[in-house]
């Protein structure tokens, strides 16, 4: 797969400094249970040197640390998707915990609320997000938070969170950032309350589709500073492979077209927002 990005200065020619984070990716998934390694290779082969899975539930959380302790640039978020959150329990958040002592854990998260599926009462889904959140104050570990259909809750919810006791004294106070809003697909005024926050901005497959004018637009308007791109793969594949099975290596379509929007090099959008997933997940290059 030739891609544009291939070369921080001329295509063609090769730079083993540059280099991507798909700071979103289910490569867990049985989706790509028939050819892993091949999709692993090609992702290498497009400069993604770092690939986080976030969680689903308990179980897809062990079997992600499973294969990131047999694939070295792979590390895991753990928490239970609002979309899984139905039988959400005290030990749910026990066994949770236990996950997130493992060193290669470096968030918490996919967490928060989905109001588009309708799977999970939206009460539900907020008692876990709450729990979630909590936990991720009391490790010190920053938060991957899902949002469809939600963001007047989700950002009422994440501003008392920050806005706590229980925050305000956590070590999370003191990480670079706090949070990511993961495919972000709000407006500016929902960027600038994450900002206050301290959160980044996640940015995914969408924002390559001819039609997404809205988000061609919003993008120069977003803080370059806080912006960090992914796949969310197998889903959101970018264009032009719109329909198929997404996969970690077309992060380097995102950076494209992020670049393209802002009007910086594709060089430059990988290593600034590749040094930002670095600094969220607190791993180093």
């Not at 493992?102 to 008692?127: F, N, R």
């Amino acid at each position: 797969m030739m891609l544009a990005h291939s070369t921080p200065s001329q295509p063609g020619e090769s730079d083993d400094s540059f280099f991507l984070v798909d700071s979103h990716c289910h490569l867990d998934l049985a989706h790509f249970d028939e050819d892993r390694a091949a999709v692993l290779e090609r992702a290498r082969a497009a400069g993604v040197r770092r690939i986080v899975i976030p969680g689903i539930d308990v179980a897809q959380c062990r079997g992600a640390l499973a294969l990131a302790e047999a694939t070295p640039e792979v590390y895991v978020a753990v928490g239970v998707h609002p979309n899984s959150s139905g039988d959400f329990a005290p030990a749910t958040v026990d066994e949770l915990r236990q996950l997130a002592a493992h060193p290669k854990v470096v968030a918490i998260g996919e967490i928060g609320l989905d109001y588009y599926w309708d799977k999970v009462t939206p009460e539900q889904q907020a008692v876990a997000f709450r729990v979630q959140l909590a936990l991720a104050a009391e490790l010190g570990l920053p938060v991957i938070i899902h949002n469809r259909d939600a963001s007047d809750d989700v950002a009422a919810m994440l501003e008392a969170w920050v806005e706590s006791a229980d925050f305000r004294n956590s070590r999370l106070a003191t990480r670079p950032f706090a949070g990511v809003l993961h495919a972000f697909g709000g407006d500016v005024a929902l960027a600038e309350r994450a900002y206050s926050w301290n959160f980044l901005l996640g940015i995914a497959g969408p924002v390559t589709f001819k039609n997404a004018q809205q988000m061609h637009e919003l993008i120069p308007q977003l803080r370059a500073d806080r912006l960090v791109i992914e796949t969310d793969a197998p889903y959101l594949t970018p264009h032009p492979y719109r329909g198929k099975r997404n996969e970690p290596g077309h992060v380097a379509l995102v950076a494209e077209k992020v670049a393209q929007l802002t009007g910086a090099s594709v060089a430059e959008t990988g290593r600034r927002t590749s040094a930002l997933a670095l600094a969220f997940f607190g791993l180093t290059e």
